[in-house]
């Protein structure tokens, strides 16, 4: 493997960069091999599991390359965390360049499975296929802002079905300190960690696959942050100016009571129920950035509001905060709805401009996936599982520099990396035989 002729430039920047990320590695005998999967990774080619990318990297010595860049990935023993850290001590610069971290962007994506042997696999909700279905769902922690965005965090939800079976644990590696969590409850540690670390802030973006769950936003709160997150319309709200009933005055008999309470006249309504009843007045058409063909343009609401769920358990309300509703023009009824922690005096273009950066994360994961390969992974272990997808975000961090060094016009391109010529006859296992 080579750089493209003349670019020297390019191929000091990019030995400078795995250079850099492969003190993390422990041992000295693992840079080579980190830099060559690294390679792979980044060169073109259908596929970017072990055995082509040693083919395109290593032809002379595909065999000798194909086990060292197996062990690298799926038995060396190396901290993930160490090694997204130093990415992120290498790229941010490039990124913040183009102005301040504004978003930390909270996702998952999953990774079709057949079989039930690979670490995590179960029937459950797999986005990329739109069902659930049998797959691997890994949860994950972006920076954003205007300009790019980068995975911080990536870690594997464990089903408990997994989580509670030890031959199934000891078979596929799984360290004995991973018990169950819910995918909520390790999006909070991930935010937990980059607060600790002194990432750059931002607000919390999520869908409402996460937005639903009150202790995952309260979560948010007690660390400091403001969030912008996704809700289903059905999600209890008390409208503008509405809250719950105090509690009852103590009788003199029985044990007083502290909880605030609701009753059939005054109860809390959904969200969708707060849209319907909005007058027309409400609505407003925000454009919050330009699309691949025109401007996106749509009609939102925006309100205060306090979040009702199980509240009845609570000695007072909670706190007042925004519920941003989006109804499109042509459409029969709201398709998006969000709450907000983000200052009662924020506009409401601001408001929709900080929750639509969450496109950003489908950004991540579509040339992540496409281009370098995060689920091709063959193997079946934890250890692999993480180490391929540090190194995907390793080499997705290196895109993302050269593309901070460029001017805006030039575009995004790819790294000057050239492809050897593979050798005669190679054909990778379980290619279909030559007709």
Not at 1 to 11: I, K, N, P, Q
Not at 141 to 157: C, K
Not at 180 to 186: A, C, E, G, L, V
């Amino acid at each position: 493997m080579g750089l493209g002729s003349g670019r020297h430039r390019g191929d000091a920047r990019f030995n400078g960069y795995v250079e850099t990320l492969s003190r993390t590695l422990c041992h000295a005998d693992r840079a080579v091999p980190f830099r060559s999967y690294c390679a792979g990774l980044l060169l073109p080619g259908p596929r970017k599991s072990v055995e082509p990318m040693a083919a395109r990297v290593e032809p002379g010595r595909v065999q000798a390359a194909h086990q060292s860049l197996h062990h690298l990935v799926a038995k060396a023993d190396w901290s993930d965390a160490a090694m997204l850290a130093a990415v992120r001590q290498q790229v941010m610069p490039a990124i913040e360049r183009h102005g301040a971290i504004r978003a930390w962007i909270i996702d998952d994506t999953g990774f079709p499975k057949k079989g039930t042997h690979s670490v995590g696999v179960a029937r459950q909700y797999c986005g990329q296929l739109g069902k659930r279905d049998n797959c691997q769902v890994a949860v994950s922690l972006s920076v954003a802002n205007d300009h790019a965005s980068l995975p911080i965090a990536y870690r594997l939800y464990l089903p408990e079905a997994w989580a509670d079976d030890p031959a199934r644990r000891s078979k596929a590696g799984v360290p004995n300190d991973i018990g169950f969590q819910t995918k909520p409850q390790i999006a909070l540690a991930q935010l937990r960690a980059a607060r600790d670390a002194g990432v750059s802030p931002g607000v919390v973006l999520t869908d409402a696959g996460y937005g639903v769950d009150t202790g995952f936003r309260d979560g948010i709160t007690d660390l400091g942050l403001a969030y912008v997150v996704g809700i289903q319309s059905s999600a209890s709200l008390w409208p503008p100016g509405m809250e719950p009933l105090p509690p009852k005055r103590w009788s003199g008999r029985g044990r007083p009571t502290s909880l605030v309470r609701r009753d059939a006249e005054h109860k809390p309504v959904t969200a969708k129920e707060l849209a319907l009843g909005l007058p027309g007045k409400a609505w407003r058409r925000v454009t919050w950035r330009e699309g691949t063909n025109a401007l996106l343009t749509s009609r939102f609401a925006a309100v205060r509001v306090r979040p009702a769920h199980r509240d009845y358990n609570r000695a007072t309300p909670r706190p007042e905060e925004w519920c941003l509703i989006e109804w499109p023009a042509g459409e029969p009824e709201p398709t998006k709805y969000w709450l907000s922690t983000l200052p009662a005096t924020i506009s409401r273009r601001e408001l929709v401009d900080i929750a639509k950066l969450r496109w950003r994360i489908e950004r991540d994961y579509q040339e992540l996936k496409q281009e370098l390969g995060l689920g091709h992974f063959e193997g079946r272990g934890w250890r692999g599982f993480h180490h391929h997808a540090s190194l995907c975000i390793a080499a997705y961090g290196f895109l993302i520099a050269e593309r901070g060094a460029l001017s805006p016009s030039a575009g995004c391109t790819a790294p000057p990396l050239t492809p050897s010529r593979l050798p005669s006859g190679h054909r990778p296992r379980g290619s279909p035989d030559p007709a």
